[in-house]
């Protein structure tokens, strides 16, 4: 996998242009995540191909390595790293002699609290000073509702469980329970923690939410045959009837769409660029960025290609430099588009007119303050941008963009939107402590740079 982030990488980006070529770009970390878990607790040896070889991914393997699972990588993160994972099945996960460390992956935590709180030993999960601030009463409350022994420590907000999460085992005679549980919030990770739970329940697990978040666990479990039903945003799993039990499986992991978002904003903002990105994953809960785009009549061009694994839609996409018209973004579009919210932003700086971006309050509680951190980035390089409780309202137009300095705060989709930004900035971007962006994307720059852009990643 990749090289642990150093915090003091920096990079020096500097208007470039045109933009051209054909790349691919690193595997999806959501589905990277629940491949190596599912791998991890299948009967016999997986192969999962196409992985990012980032770190976010890595501490998941870790984990699942340091709980029994035999796990090797091979390959480099520019041509996709393949895991050979041997599987424990579910009944054979052992404690780790040792915390279980997630660092900067909310999604690991979460998802593997759901594993966690199932099992006859006790367990701690930490991660970095980021993940340290990340809210996790989320998992907590509904786990702890069918029976699970988690806690994390106070914090900023009164009531919230904030990492470390320390897991009690289960007695004896303790199973999980059946649960029916409305989410207040559309989140793939607090549903996967239930599903995952709900391996080990004794009755059905339900899951509603207010929108449909990401689909991944629900495809992956499908695939392997594990009871489950959706119906639009709910789920069902009900493992009544069901052997507890799949075989290894051969997956290949679609090129992740949050990744390609930053490509495909270089391409729109850098005059005279043409970028052709293949095998993108295009699972509808994760096109928000396109369809938006799309109604933004932005030059972007969609080729389906077909299935990964027979799970999860891939495409080719073309994106050209050309103008286009602002927007209002909101509701269900901003949760099939989350993680590529700060891109967006930049995307609509050089859109003609004012765009707004609403129902974005969760943006607050990611890697980093991603609302306020954007807003100031964009106010910075010379954008009328105003904040908004949930969002912002962007003024785009063809005015030049002024080079800034900026630092990433450990957010690697801060690090990369400023990079963008800097592409089409007059003078010199500096973006600090990149070292992060290795969690979901390894070699950005060397990417940027092979479709000529002007990109130096130095050591500060
Ligand atoms: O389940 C996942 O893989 C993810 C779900 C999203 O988080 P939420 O579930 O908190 O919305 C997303 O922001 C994160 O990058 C990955
Ligand atoms: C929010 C993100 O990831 P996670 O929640 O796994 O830390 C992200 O990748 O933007």
């Not at 043409?274 to 369809?291: A, F, S």
């Not at 996409?317 to 099939?336: D, F, I, K, M, N």
């Given at each position: ?11 020096r ?89 997630c ?61 470390p ?7 004896p005679?303790?199973k ?43 495809r ?19 493992p ?20 390609a ?44 290609r ?7 839609p ?32 930049a ?15 969760e943006?607050?509680?990611?890697e ?5 951190i ?49 592409l ?37």
């Open positions: 996998m990749a090289s642990t982030g150093s915090e003091t990488k920096r990079w980006v500097r208007a470039s242009g045109p933009l051209r070529g054909q790349v691919r770009v690193p595997g999806d970390k959501s589905i990277g995540h629940r491949a190596l878990l599912f791998g991890a607790l299948a009967e016999g040896t997986s192969t999962v191909r196409g992985l990012s070889g980032g770190l976010d991914n890595a501490a998941t393997a870790e984990a699942m390595r340091q709980m029994g699972a035999r796990i090797e990588f091979s390959g480099e993160p520019a041509t996709g790293v393949t895991a050979k994972i041997a599987g424990v099945g579910l009944d054979g996960l052992k404690m780790p002699s040792g915390v279980l460390d660092g900067n992956s909310g999604t690991t935590m979460r998802m593997l609290a759901g594993v966690l709180v199932a099992q006859k030993f006790g367990t701690r999960l930490i991660g970095d000073a980021s993940l340290t601030r990340r809210p996790m009463r989320r998992i907590v409350d509904p786990l702890r509702a069918r029976g699970g022994h988690i806690a994390g420590v106070k914090g900023a907000k009164e009531g919230e469980h904030y990492p999460l320390s897991v009690a085992p289960l007695l005679d303790e999980l329970t059946g649960i029916e549980y409305q989410s207040p919030i559309a989140s793939a990770q607090v549903k996967s923690a239930l599903l995952l739970s709900g391996l080990w329940a004794d009755g059905p697990t339900a899951v509603a939410e207010p929108t449909l978040s990401r689909d991944h666990t629900e992956m479990m499908l695939a392997l045959g594990v009871p489950l039903q959706t119906m639009g945003p709910m789920v069902v799993l009900d009544e009837e069901w052997d507890r039990r799949w075989d290894g499986f051969e997956w290949d992991v679609p090129g992740d769409i949050s990744g978002a930053f490509i495909m904003a270089a391409g729109l903002l850098v005059p005279g660029s043409e970028i052709v990105i293949d095998n993108v994953g295009t699972n509808p809960t994760r096109t928000g960025i396109l369809d938006a785009l799309r109604a933004m009549r932005a030059p972007i061009f969609i080729t389906p077909g299935d990964a694994a027979g799970m999860e891939i495409a080719q996409v073309v994106v050209r430099h050309a103008p286009y018209s602002p927007t209002r973004l909101g509701g269900e579009l901003v949760t099939r588009m989350i993680d590529e919210v700060p891109i967006f932003a995307i609509c700086t050089r859109a003609g007119g004012a765009s707004e971006i609403r129902d974005a309050e943006l607050r509680v990611k980093s303050d991603r609302l306020s954007t807003a100031n980035m964009l106010r910075d390089a010379g954008v009328d941008c105003v904040e908004l409780r949930d969002g912002m309202t962007i003024h785009g137009g063809t005015g030049a963009l002024r080079a800034t300095r900026v630092t990433s705060h450990g957010d690697h989709r801060i690090a990369m939107t400023a990079a963008v930004l800097g089409a900035s007059e003078g010199e971007t500096i973006v600090q402590d990149v070292g992060c962006v290795d969690t979901s994307f390894p070699g950005f720059a060397d990417l940027l740079r092979s479709l000529g852009a002007d990109i130096v990643e130095e050591t500060a």
